[in-house]
């Protein structure tokens, strides 16, 4: 089994920072893409950035030069590190990851989401 464990979410002011951390653990052979996506209340989940294996990365127009995605492959591990935070930036935020078990089985999996709250 694949689990994807977030952390890093909180309340903070307009302009502040926060780092979220995303770790995949399990039965785990290789992880190709991994993402962060958001969803606030009322609207539709949406990708904010994604980062591949060979660290190409994508974010969403509203967030280009706040926040960065980045990844530690020997732990597993996504970040997403965001400044200059807006309250526009209120939502759930969940990591994806895909990639192969060590069955070399393919997995897509979620985790249970980090909720960050943009408010003075």
């Known amino acids: 089994q694949v689990q994807l464990v977030e952390s890093g979410g909180g309340l903070v002011q307009p302009g502040g920072s926060l780092r979220l951390s995303c770790a995949a653990s399990g039965s785990i052979f290789s992880i190709n893409r991994m993402a962060w996506y958001r969803q606030a209340p009322g609207k539709e989940r949406e990708l904010v950035a994604s980062?591949?294996?060979?660290?190409?990365?994508n974010y969403v127009d509203s967030v280009k030069g706040r926040f960065t995605i980045s990844r530690d492959n020997a732990k597993n591990t996504v970040y997403l590190q965001m400044n200059s935070l807006k309250p526009e930036d209120t939502a759930v935020y969940f990591c994806n990851a895909d990639g192969f078990r060590r069955s070399f089985a393919p997995f897509e999996h979620w985790g249970q989401g980090t909720q960050v709250t943009v408010s003075s």
């Open positions: 980062i591949t294996g060979g660290s190409n990365t």
